[in-house]
């Protein structure tokens, strides 16, 4: 019996060994390598399967299914560039951007700015109202609830008319919704697909589809940080008011969003459906809560990339600011780059601030983040608490010119484990509208003062060691 026990003993601690190599290996982060590292070592018999689950940071399934069908997949995307050629924009800020998209930013593009659940979800039962041949829809969670219920029956009426339907939820976000739900849009004839990120090996949970997207006829796009859920229009009693902010769109910039869709389609099912693939061109009347001539690039970023696609655009948007930067989002756990980067700007007169929750879901990450706060304050980054309610909206303005809105939150999680999209505008009068909606914000908050920081030693002891974990969250 004590030769079985020392040799389980052994095992274990063997295994963490070499799971520590395979970190050194294929880590992506210098972070994140040393703190499986710390872990694996010290911790083999609770670090081994966690890292069997969570370690991995290149989902290799993906790029596999990519590579098989590399032909129809790239033929296509090719085709989309080369559509989108003569509406594409060219300047030293969109430069990079294009090349990491390996698509181009276009003009001509109109946006509305949806600062509520309520809005944003009236616009997007509409425009499947008004859908005439096809409807993408792709959330992260969807709830079998009030909300969950109105869109399915919007999704159901436009499927009787002949809509041609395509549905992605997260199966990892979308833990509870019913299987009664799925199987009732499967039968009025609805393609509703899981993700299914652990198709190829059950124990990758690592992975999530975090996009939320929804497009109509190619010609009109959504994307923002709203799931299908009550809460998100702030009826939930547990959660009476929710802030989160989502975009609609229209124009050529539409087809990154349904090119992010169909790459995610056919990940799942192997098949290319027919798209409508021609730049939108409007014809309907346009009320004037839109803004009009927009540059746009709908951005997509995962752990498929062969870069680290949304941390490079972030730091992008960083390092272009000269007079403005604005940061809200409900989880800030930034990677050292970015910090160096939010402290540099900051060093250099940039307005510098920085929008989190009061009250978070996620007690580790808030740890971690007061750590970030500790260390960004001296350099003049200013932090603020959202005091009315969860604060969820993932948007980033720079300057009077530049914004970003979509679902990345500025945590590690988002800048190199989930596919995520957002979308990067240039419009003075767009930009505009998105610092009037987060003055409103930060009217709601409370800054908060180096006074707070003094904490206990005990708390900071454990909010460092949370710290040294981040890039595992």
């Known amino acids: 019996m004590e030769f079985i026990l020392s040799f389980l003993i052994f095992a274990i601690h063997l295994l963490g060994m070499l799971a520590a190599g395979h970190a050194v290996l294929r880590g992506r982060t210098a972070e994140g390598t040393v703190a499986w590292v710390i872990f694996l070592i010290l911790l083999p018999y609770i670090a081994f399967p966690m890292y069997m689950i969570f370690g991995q940071r290149r989902f290799q399934g993906y ?13 296509l995307s090719r085709k989309v ?4 050629l003569p509406y594409s924009v060219e300047s030293d800020f969109w430069a990079p951007l294009n090349r990491i998209a390996c698509q181009p930013a276009t003009r001509q593009n109109r946006a509305k700015l949806l600062i509520n659940g309520l809005i944003t979800f009236e616009e997007i039962f509409k425009t499947i109202d008004e859908a005439e041949k096809y409807v993408l829809i792709q959330f992260y969670i969807i709830h079998h609830d009030e909300l969950g219920k109105r869109l399915a029956r919007h999704l159901q009426s436009a499927k009787a008319r002949g809509v041609d339907i395509y549905f992605i939820y997260d199966e990892i976000g979308s833990k509870k919704l019913s299987y009664t739900y799925i199987k009732s849009l499967r039968d009025h004839g609805i393609h509703c697909m899981p993700f299914n990120s652990n198709q190829q090996n059950k124990y990758q949970l690592n992975f999530r589809n975090h996009r939320k997207i929804v497009v109509i006829d190619g010609s009109r796009g959504f994307v923002g940080g709203h799931n299908v859920s009550d ?5 939930a009693a547990h959660l009476p008011h ?16 349904q090119l992010t869709f169909l790459t995610d389609w056919y990940w799942i099912t192997q098949r290319i459906p027919n798209f409508n693939w021609e730049p939108a061109h409007s014809s309907k009347p346009i009320d004037n809560s839109f803004v009009h001539r927009i540059d746009c690039l709908p951005l997509a970023s995962g752990p498929s990339d062969l870069m680290d696609t949304c941390a490079l655009q972030f730091l992008h948007l960083i390092h272009t600011a000269t007079h403005r930067l604005w940061i809200v989002s409900p989880y800030f756990v930034p990677d050292q780059s ?18 989190i929750p009061f009250k978070s879901d996620n007690t580790l990450v808030t740890l971690a983040s007061w750590t970030f706060v500790q260390d960004l304050m001296p350099s003049g980054v200013r932090f603020y608490q959202y005091k009315r309610g969860m604060l969820h909206q993932k948007v980033m303005l720079v300057d009077h010119q530049y914004c970003c809105i979509g679902t990345a939150n500025f945590d590690n999680r988002s800048f190199r484990i989930n596919f995520e999209i957002s979308a990067i505008l240039d419009s003075a009068q767009f930009s505009s509208n998105v610092a009037d909606m987060l003055n409103n914000d930060f009217e709601q908050s409370e800054e908060l003062r180096a006074i707070q920081l003094k904490k206990s030693p005990l708390y900071w002891a454990l909010a460092r060691t949370i710290r040294l974990l981040s890039p595992l969250l």
């Open 242 to 257: 929710w802030r989160d902010t989502h975009i609609m769109l229209e124009g050529p910039c539409v087809l990154h969003l």
């Open 81 to 84: 560039y080369n559509k989108l």
């Open 63 to 75: 790029v596999n299914a990519r590579r098989a069908g590399d032909f129809e997949i790239n033929h």
């Open 231 to 235: 809460e998100y229009l702030g009826i």
């Open 338 to 355: 970015t910090v160096l980067a939010l402290e540099l700007a900051a060093l250099r007169g940039v307005d510098v601030r920085v929008l």
